[in-house]
């Protein structure tokens, strides 16, 4: 099964807009989602870099998002815990939140990977390998979306 994730601010393969990069206020976009299984307990979400020079740069891990959420807005904070309960682990600079798109040059691809899991997940602090790990046969369904940055 699939998730639909989508942004007000970028399309599907399309330009993320400056705003959200390292060359302007760089905050997170705004993210919705729907399409989640009935038993749909929490969601997780990676955002990643493959195109990276030194390997795939991580720039955002977020699990235990509860299952009634269905959108971030804009700007979300970058604590590690968050109000609903979300947790925010260490991403590639070795800390909590979004960190923005900041290509060395060329066009980057950004994928937002958008989990929906059968439980909550018992972990702390985990960035994206233990997440993945924690994960495994408790994803119901997943969506993506990708965005583009070139500088």
Not at 30 to 42: D, Q, R, V, Y
Not at 48 to 67: K, M
Not at 98 to 107: D, E, M, R, V
């Amino acid at each position: 099964m699939a998730l639909s994730i989508t942004s007000s601010v970028f399309t599907q393969g399309q330009p993320i807009p400056p705003l959200y990069t390292c060359d302007d206020q760089g905050i997170a976009p705004p993210l919705a989602w729907s399409g989640a299984p009935e038993a749909t307990k929490s969601f997780a979400m990676i955002m990643d870099d493959p195109d990276a020079p030194a390997g795939t740069f991580v720039h955002w891990v977020i699990y235990n998002i509860p299952s009634a959420v269905s959108a971030f807005p804009e700007g979300m904070p970058k604590d590690v815990t968050l109000p609903d309960g979300s947790v925010q682990g260490p991403n590639s600079a070795r800390r909590a939140g979004y960190t923005p798109p900041c290509p060395p040059g060329g066009t980057h691809r950004y994928f937002f990977k958008l989990y929906a899991l059968d439980s909550m997940l018992n972990i702390e602090n985990a960035a994206k390998d233990q997440l993945l790990q924690a994960m495994q046969g408790h994803i119901l369904a997943q969506g993506e979306l990708m965005g583009t940055y070139a500088r």
